[in-house]
């Protein structure tokens, strides 16, 4: 098995931050394949959003949450399918009622098993983690738009169309300015795009552009990322800037019948020298490659 060169990726309830009155997160600490975990509480229920990779990281969290919620109703959400986010939803199985929209319904249906053997390949740290893992049906699916009253706080489960993923979906906390927004935005890295033809061609770069303008556009005051710090609206900013410098380069480069190795050497460089600090450069040549592939000729 391939050897895998991180940190394992285990939730640890450490440094939990408050970013307003009954509302937490569990930061993933810069540790890979660890998503950043929300704790959303209203007076009669309280929203878990993410379950960390596999049953026992879950167990961690579902610990966590029965006990912060202490009598109230727990509820679960994912901001989509992928394992680190969804993968754990079987613990919560008879504890919380596992809610989401029914894009991310259909690709843990149906593209579940397939992602599960792709990560477990990743190496020894996330095989283990991921033992035992039985995709979670989920309890209540809607459509587009889900206002979950948890008793004096609403939150808004909205989601957003084809982006990072086919069924992105954002939790949005209204009277705390808060929002959750999976990986669609990351903090202190390149954007993920998970683009592997022809087994997943899902992602789209000019469609998640479109998203951030609207999710820029909804004025968060605090904006939690799939991975890396919170943040505030500029986490949004960069990620979409990223996604237009991105696109206009390579388009660029395609109008003017460059080859894709070509145009991928010439824009990664352009990108690193823009961005040095940012982690996870292996996204950006399948962004490119994405991007290729959704050029648009002018006529």
Partial sequence: MAEYPFPEPVVRITDVRELARDLVVIPNQGVQLVPNIGIIGGTHSVLVV??????????????????????????????????????????????????????????????????LDMFAGLGEPVARQLEGVELAIPDVVYDNSYDLDLGGRMVQLRATGRAHSKGDQVITVPDAGVMFTGDLVEAGQFAIFPWFPPHD????????????????????????????????????????????????????????????????????????????????????ERGIGCLCAEHVVDP
């Avoid at 820029?216 to 005051?221: G, K, L, R, V, W």
């Fill in 50 to 115: 993410e379950t960390g990779m596999g049953p026992r990281n879950a167990e961690t969290v579902l610990k966590f949450a029965a006990d912060y919620a202490g009598d109230r109703k727990l509820y679960l959400t994912t901001t989509h399918f992928h394992p680190e986010h969804a993968f754990g939803a079987q613990a919560f199985t008879g504890f919380a009622t596992f809610l989401i929209n029914r894009a991310q319904a259909e690709d843990l249906a149906t593209k579940g098993a397939g992602y």
């Fill in 201 to 284: 061609t899902d992602v789209s770069g000019i469609r998640w552009i479109a998203v951030m303008d609207r999710l820029a556009a909804a004025d968060p005051q605090v904006v939690v990322p799939g991975h890396g710090d919170i943040g505030g609206p500029q986490l949004l900013a960069d990620v979409r800037d990223y996604l237009q410098l991105l696109r206009d380069e390579t388009w660029a480069r395609r109008d003017s019948a460059m080859s894709e190795e070509t145009i991928t050497e010439e824009v990664t460089a352009l990108i690193i020298e823009r961005h040095p600090e940012w982690a996870g450069r292996e996204w950006i």
